[in-house]
């Protein structure tokens, strides 16, 4: 089964609307991330969490928060989306330490109208 | 701050041979990992292999290895007797603070019969 699922798969908002992307992992990992994925940019990290009840900042924030109420959950959160947050997004969760691989979950595209 | 520089937009070779993919990467840590990951045409973000920058020998995964050269800060994939299933983006990643990744922008592998 996979290990990391995220829901929704497919997602249509519009603009000024607020849009609630989750993330569910079962390999008991204590980091949980979030990135975005667009074209020529590879993946870029908006916020991850070392634990429950943590969330920390990445490279891309603005216009987004995120939620991390249990171990297994982690959820990004669009308050006023905006058409320039149209990507693709992908939560992972690691393992601690610098040697852990991470594993993704299989994406979610969110168009913003 | 990790950065990770793939200058390799797109590589088309033919099946049954060999293929190398540029990665290099500039971090101000003395010991560090580095990663690949594959991303499929459906999407899908999976771990291939790493390496330890403590370690010369370069790793090896089945017909995936490594061509870390420390001084040149270069980590290259190297993909042996490539197969129609090897076609993918591939992304090189390296770790910061809670094993944060940053990622190249990845490079696009065709591999024709």
């Known amino acids: 089964e996979a290990a990391v699922t995220q829901s929704p798969r497919n997602k249509v908002a519009v603009t000024g609307g607020k849009v609630t992307l989750s993330c569910n992992q079962t390999?008991?990992?204590?980091?949980m991330y979030w990135y975005r994925q667009d074209t020529g940019h590879g993946l870029r990290l908006i916020h991850y969490?070392?634990?429950?009840?943590?969330?920390e900042k990445g490279d891309i924030p603005d216009g987004y928060k995120a939620s991390r109420p249990s171990q297994e959950n982690f959820s990004l959160i669009l308050e006023l989306a905006t058409p320039s947050q149209t990507s693709v997004y992908f939560c992972?969760?690691?393992?601690?330490?610098?040697?852990?691989?991470?594993?993704f979950g299989p994406g979610t595209r969110l168009t913003v109208l | 701050a990790q950065k990770v520089t793939q200058t390799q937009t797109s590589i088309s070779v033919v099946e049954k041979t060999t293929v190398t993919m540029d990665c290099v990467y500039e971090t101000r840590d003395s010991s560090y990992f580095l990663f690949w990951y594959k991303q499929t045409a459906s999407g899908e973000i999976v771990f291939l292999i790493r390496?330890?920058?403590?370690?010369?020998e370069n790793a090896t995964v089945g017909h995936y290895s490594l061509n870390f050269q420390k001084p040149k800060s270069s980590i290259g994939l190297i993909i042996t007797a490539t197969q129609i299933e090897d076609s993918a983006v591939y992304f090189c990643a390296i770790p910061s603070n809670y094993n944060v990744l940053y990622f190249g922008s990845g490079t696009k592998l065709t591999v024709e019969p």
């Open positions: 969490s070392y634990g429950a009840g943590s969330t």
């Open positions: 390999n008991n990992h204590n980091n």
């Open positions: 992972a969760s690691g393992a601690g330490g610098d040697y852990a691989e991470q594993f």
């Open positions: 390496q330890d920058s403590y370690k010369k």
